[in-house]
């Protein structure tokens, strides 16, 4: 068995918003010290001939260049820690995968395209025992919502007292998704397959009120929760040999 893995352009966009956050984060410093020299020089030429008007607007321009800085270093690292965070739980998911590796060949980020609609799988496990797909997340507070819902909700509490509430795409939709995806990839190559898929939440401060009334509907919170459904997964359609090598070359071609 074998790991396979795509290259995550997430890693190349979290450097790339590193390397700004420095930047955006270094020019208030050097725009205050000319915002600070400008009005220095406007205040000594004031002083020098008091019917000149101070002209301020150099100072202006610097301090609404400050602002403007700070407001894209906050949105920078906002998107910065959320792709962080979409990384950290890939990472903890491929840890609990490789122990695997000896069962299962292992896709990681693999693109999928069938016709119009394409994503991306956050890993696909392919062996004897069947082939599950896993979508990864590494949210933490309280997610509520069902199987049916458009939207979930996640909760926050923080030390300070303060509470937020955001929406987030339900991820149970999201992997349905991918699964169609995937079948009709096959189906195209001629090959049936019974494809089972898991929401994987990473997150150890994660807590979990969902309404699930199918039963394909997989949600695993936490390594060990993950660790023991793999452990004892049987799909309920065994793939054949020939499916499965035949399966393997399909998904190797798409990494």
């Not at 995937?182 to 401060?205: A, R, T, Y």
Request: charged share 25%.
């Amino acid at each position: 068995m074998k790991v396979y893995k795509s290259r995550n352009p997430n890693k190349f966009k979290i450097g790339a918003l590193f390397v700004m956050q420095v930047i955006f984060g270094s020019l208030p410093a050097v725009l205050f010290i000319i915002f600070a020299i400008d009005i220095m020089r406007s205040s000594t030429e004031n002083a020098e001939n008091p019917a000149t008007f101070p002209n301020y607007i150099g100072a202006y321009v610097s301090a609404a260049a400050i602002v403007l800085c700070a407001l894209a270093y906050f949105i920078l690292g906002r998107r910065y820690n959320v792709l962080l965070s979409g990384v950290k739980g890939e990472r903890s998911l491929e840890r609990i995968a490789r122990k695997y590796r000896n069962e299962y060949d292992i896709f990681i980020n693999c693109p999928v395209q069938y016709k119009r609609s394409r994503s991306e799988v956050d890993m696909i496990m392919l062996g004897k025992n069947g082939l599950i797909i896993i979508e990864v997340k590494n949210h933490s507070g309280m997610v509520c919502g069902s199987d049916t819902d458009e939207k979930w909700v996640q909760y926050k509490h923080y030390r300070d007292g303060r509470n937020t509430e955001a929406e987030m795409k339900n991820p149970i939709k999201q992997i349905t998704r991918q699964r169609d995806i995937l079948k009709g990839i096959f189906h195209s190559e001629g090959v049936d397959v019974w494809i089972d898929s898991i929401v994987f939440f990473s997150n150890p401060l994660i807590r979990l009120k969902l309404n699930l009334k199918s039963k394909s509907s997989i949600v695993c919170s936490g390594e060990k929760e993950l660790d023991k459904f793999l452990s004892s997964y049987e799909s309920p359609k065994p793939i054949s040999k020939k499916d499965i090598e035949k399966i393997k070359s399909i998904l190797t071609g798409l990494i």
